[in-house]
């Protein structure tokens, strides 16, 4: 069992940045692949990027180049640092822990981010 809270949110303007953080509980942090997604109101839930056990980063092309995934896995903490935000990344930011072996796949509650003059 993994327990996922995530913290960072907030409001910002156009052109600004914010720090996502994702702390996990439980064990074998090191094993999951970890993901943020983001969904807008009236839209579903969309990746925005995953960082794999070992390091590998995907992103969506709406973010790549502004956004960056990292993980310490002695924090058992995931970061997502957003810069130049645009007023479209406006939405509630989900982290997701995935093990593939398992199946096994966990979310947080959710960390508003609202980009706006």
């Known amino acids: 069992q993994v327990q996922l809270v995530e913290s960072g949110g907030g409001l910002v303007q156009p052109g600004g940045s914010l720090r996502l953080s994702c702390a996990a509980s439980?064990?074998?942090?090191?094993?999951?692949?970890m993901g943020w997604y983001r969904q807008a109101p009236g839209n579903q839930r969309e990746l925005v990027a995953t960082i794999s056990s070992r390091g590998s980063t995907n992103y969506a092309d709406s973010v790549k180049g502004r956004f960056t995934i990292s993980r310490d896995n002695a924090k058992k903490t995931v970061y997502l640092q957003m810069n130049s935000l645009k007023p479209e990344d406006t939405a509630v930011y989900f982290c997701?822990?995935?093990?593939?072996?398992?199946?096994?796949?966990?979310w947080g509650q959710g960390t508003q981010v609202t980009v706006s003059s």
């Open positions: 997701n822990a995935f093990w593939e072996a398992s199946g096994s796949s966990y």
């Open positions: 439980g064990a074998l942090f090191n094993v999951y692949a």
